[in-house]
């Protein structure tokens, strides 16, 4: 099968011409006048997850335009390979499946590799659900015993990037819905100061490690694992295997590390793509094995969603054709994402990876440089500690950042006019950043038309959370599809690790030689 890449297709041509004609000058708010059905036409009801794009500079003949581009790059074909087990990720020789790992017990069919020959990386796409649906159970209830175990009271994940950022994420977000009498800790970076700060609030007795890493030989992950366990057995720990689990699809490693408890997962679980696996232990144990199929579930309607609703109301799809559209041509740079609840604050540093490591890169799937954009800066802060900050620059810098509210109906807590008055901060904004504020001069002039969409999520429980993630994980495949990268690998992490490697002993030898002048001279200032 082969993908045409979005610059080879007339929809491209066509949007370059559309976008001279009725684009760069388009004003949204023209369009709220001109449409009585904006609000309707460009909001909609995905699972767990409404979204109103109306905000933004787009109509109906620019999204008609953009989900001809879409055809034209044979998008469809692109997503049900990817979740028939084809090797989409063609520079790695490995199938994209996370999807399968969210596939209900209940639901018999899988989607089968075999409709598309000559794409098959997961021969067969029956047994390696067999394999995940064995897997699931056994973490479930390894989870289950920890969260029954009254006398472990710390969980400590040790892992960085997927291994690290999706588990702490979830694990926060679902705060509400956390087992009481167990505290969690994330440990990620080699920086000692970060694992020993937490190994000061633990005692080895209560203490469980969670050792995450897809291939186990991540430097930053080894070494604080190294560093755990001559904590646990210095501090008078003895049992080893109670003590430590290790999630990974390098067993053998695990094993040679010591590690007796062990959950596997496969190759074609991309890092980023891992929360779903067992490397979400963490939140298994902090919500148990019904919020955990609750989160699965809700990522499942969205893949069900993703896979089944026609492009024009697929939500995933509007939002990739509209990054593609701000990113390619109104040439905006980044997208900040905002969500309105505290719960969500490790959101904008998991979304990060997901986009920018997916992304974020230069060539085509055949090597080629490719002459267009690629993944935007993706950064952020909750709201209303952001409206404090960089709001600023969002209303009245030179530059337009496209902003995304994640605002949420219900709040867990009781305390009097706080949700209101956050609800009534995100909506302003959202209003305020459209409409500006025209009638003003000079420092107070704002220029409004600033683009937004804003989310709404009746409450932040497991499914609803395991929704906003599938969301955004298609939303990302869309404009990586669109653009023919690979989405789904990340060969520009290696480099700075083969250097690291190199650079290490010399801080203790202090030999630059063959070091640029810059690298040696911050070395010799840094021994
Ligand atoms: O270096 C980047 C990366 O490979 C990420 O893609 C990954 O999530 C992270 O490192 C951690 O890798 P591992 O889970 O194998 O330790």
Request: charged share 20%; net charge negative; glycine share 8%.
């Amino acid at each position: 099968m082969s993908f045409t890449r979005c610059d080879a297709t007339p929809a491209w041509a066509e949007l370059h011409r559309h976008f001279e004609a009725h684009g760069r000058d388009f004003d949204a708010r023209h369009a709220f006048v001109a449409d009585p059905e904006r609000f309707t036409r460009f909001s909609q009801q995905a699972p767990h997850v409404f979204a109103d794009l109306s905000k933004n500079r787009i109509d109906a003949a620019t999204e008609a335009r953009l989900l001809q581009l879409a055809r034209d790059c044979g998008l469809e074909a692109q997503r049900d390979a990817m979740f028939a087990g084809a090797a989409s990720n063609a520079t790695e020789g490995r199938a994209v499946l996370h999807g399968l790992l969210r596939h209900p017990d209940s639901e018999e069919k899988v989607p089968v590799a075999q409709e598309l020959p000559g794409f098959i990386a997961i021969e067969n796409i029956a047994s390696a659900f067999q394999q995940v649906q064995g897997t699931r159970e056994a973490m479930l209830a390894y989870a289950e015993a920890v969260r029954g175990d009254a006398a472990i009271t710390d969980v400590v994940n040790i892992g960085i990037g997927g291994s690290d950022l999706g588990p702490q994420m979830a694990v926060l977000a679902l705060e509400a819905y956390r087992a009481p009498g167990k505290r969690f800790h994330f440990v990620s970076n080699v920086d000692g100061h970060e694992l020993a700060g937490v190994l000061r609030q633990l005692r080895p007795e209560s203490t469980l490690f969670l050792i995450a890493s897809k291939t186990f030989t991540t430097t930053e992950t080894m070494a604080n694992a190294q560093s755990a366990r001559a904590w646990f057995e210095a501090a008078g720990g003895t049992d080893v295997a109670r003590h430590f689990a290790a999630l990974t699809t390098n067993v053998a490693a695990a094993r040679a590390f010591g590690i007796r408890t062990t959950f596997g997962f496969w190759d074609w679980v991309g890092g980023r793509y891992s929360l779903w696996s067992s490397i979400g232990l963490s939140i298994a144990i902090a919500i148990g094995a019904k919020g955990f199929h609750a989160l699965l579930a809700g990522a499942h309607a969205m893949d069900q969603h993703f896979r089944t609703a026609p492009l024009a109301s697929n939500l995933p799809v509007r939002l990739g054709l509209l990054d593609v559209w701000y990113r390619n041509f109104h040439g905006f740079t980044s997208r900040c994402v905002a969500p309105y609840h505290q719960a969500l604050r490790r959101l904008p540093a998991f979304l990060q990876q997901l986009e920018m490591e997916s992304n974020g890169k230069r060539v085509d799937r055949d090597g080629h440089a490719v002459p267009y954009a690629t993944s935007p800066v993706v950064w952020g802060e909750p709201g209303t500690n952001g409206q404090h900050a960089f709001f600023q620059m969002l209303h009245q810098g030179t530059d337009v950042v496209p902003l995304e509210f994640i605002a949420v109906r219900d709040a867990e807590h009781d305390l009097t006019g706080h949700h209101p008055k956050l609800l009534a901060n995100a909506l302003a904004q959202a209003a305020a950043l459209l409409q500006g504020q025209a009638d003003a001069g000079g420092h107070k002039h704002f220029p409004g038309n600033r683009p937004s969409s804003f989310f709404v999520l009746e409450r932040l429980d497991p499914a609803s959370l395991g929704a906003l993630l599938a969301l955004y994980e298609h939303r990302v495949f869309v404009s990586g599809a669109l653009w023919g990268i690979n989405s789904f690998d990340q060969w520009g992490v290696e480099l700075g690790k083969v250097l690291a490697r190199d650079i290490e002993p010399r801080l203790s030898s202090g030999d630059v030689s063959g070091l640029d002048a810059s690298t040696a001279g911050l070395l010799q200032r840094l021994r």
